[in-house]
């Protein structure tokens, strides 16, 4: 019998690459192919593989095949690329994604990536003879496309309201794509918004260090999730059948309930490893934003794990697995610190200074924002100057976050349990979200395009599914520019994750090229 074909995009990134070597190990039952950038780090990477497949490799661009591996060298922005890739499969596999903060100093490779990327795949598997009926898509979507999830709101699902944060090119572009997707004419498609992904390598999490790890506020709610996790589950979407109730639907993938914890905790725990007394040994409380990130502890990631079966980390066992990948020199060191308080006190004093020189003298930084009077991000982030001078310090007690004490739901506007909607649910929905549905019948559908119309009068398509179910709505009034203040106004299905931590007398509205004063900051 005939072998299915699987295209993996995205494959030499952190959730990709795992994705990959799950691949890889089925690849008794799956041909592979990948489109991948000819970079020589991708070319060293996929070398071996390319050695035990057979293939003659290539220097630069070009497509080699071999037993079971096909890879083309190429770009996702490129449409004749993807359509090379796309030939023949039975699954697309979707794990690709121009991430911050890289996505925030160049929103331009953002965009190409994250939406035009999509859009290309999309377009290339509808281009398929018969691909919009056969081939299957599975897309990574992210928990950035609900924003700022504080308690007492920091219990999310899907069907929420999107809401990227203020500056946040990459949620801007990822909510784009993932719009796409849920309009597209494939009949077997599934998004997952992914939540953080952790790297089990130590150099990896090294790799992540940038000031934007203090946007981040100490309370957020974060329910993560292992690279080796997430690569697993988006594979294991090939064992589901075309038959199943899976297809056609958004989730939330996060780690379960072993992977919950404060983002306090993880900064904790992350400076712990390395042998130091913890965050406040290292950094001010003063230098962590109180608002506009993202991350949320999940109510619905059970949905996906009853599908995908890929729930198999804990914290303990992903801090086990950072600490094995430890270079010997680093685990020298951490040893000396657990064991010599002297030596413990000096790396963390030099600790400090790094940490300081990040959030002072990088664009990117807030402290830098503050010093340099950057209004707008100082609003977003922390209201206003006096909100920011009046942070105390780590000596104010925390606030208390319990993992084990969900929250309500938020309302979606109608009513979620009955088991067939009417176009008057429909309706109803609509004004919650300030807006009117101007269909006057309804098949019942809910993937049947139909007209709405939003509380500025924008008139847009868009299926049932894609409102009530996953959260979009005005194509016009999504990001950029964030206007937000004005929409909560409007607009009380938005207003339930805008008021929790923002004043209603707040006028504050965020042009579109607001994110250019950080453009390029990676090279400065």
Known sequence: MDRERVALFGASGTMGWK???ELWRRRERYDIVLLLRPSAKNKAMFAPYERMAGVASTDGPGIVRGQGLTIVWGDATRYEDVVEAVQGVDYVLDAMAYISPQADYHPEIACAVNTEGIRNIIGAIESQPGGAEHICLAYTGTVAATGDRLPPIHWG???DPLKPSIFDYYAVTKIAGERLVLESAIKHWVSLRMTFIMPT???DCLDLQDPIAFHMPINACMENITDRDAGFGLVNVLDVGRDSDFW?????????PQMRCTAYDFLNLNYMLNGLSGVEACTERCWYALRNFHMQFYQDSQVLERYLHFWRDSLQSYWQAVAQSMPLSMRAVAWLCRHAPAVRKQVEAVTYRRMQAMVENHRNGTVYWYQHRNDRRISAFFKDYVTYEAILG????????????????????????????????LQ???????????????NGGRYSPLTWRCAYGHEFEARPYTVLKAGHWCPQCTPPPWDYDRQARSNPFFAQVWYPNH??????CYPADCTLDIA?????
């Open 157 to 159: 699902r899907v069907g």
């Open 248 to 256: 056609r639907r958004v989730y939330n993938m996060g780690g379960g």
């Open 428 to 442: 109803q929905a609509a004004r919650f979200r300030g807006g009117e549905c101007l269909a006057k019948t309804w």
């Open 503 to 508: 004043d209603a007398d707040e006028q504050n």
């Open 520 to 524: 390029n900051a990676d090279q400065d």
């Open 19 to 21: 994705a990959f070597e």
């Open 201 to 203: 390598c130590y150099q």
């Open 394 to 425: 780590w000596e104010q007690d925390l606030p208390a976050v319990d993992p084990t004490q969900p929250c309500s739901p938020l309302d979606h506007g109608y009513d979620e349990r009955k088991a067939h909607l009417d176009v008057s649910d």
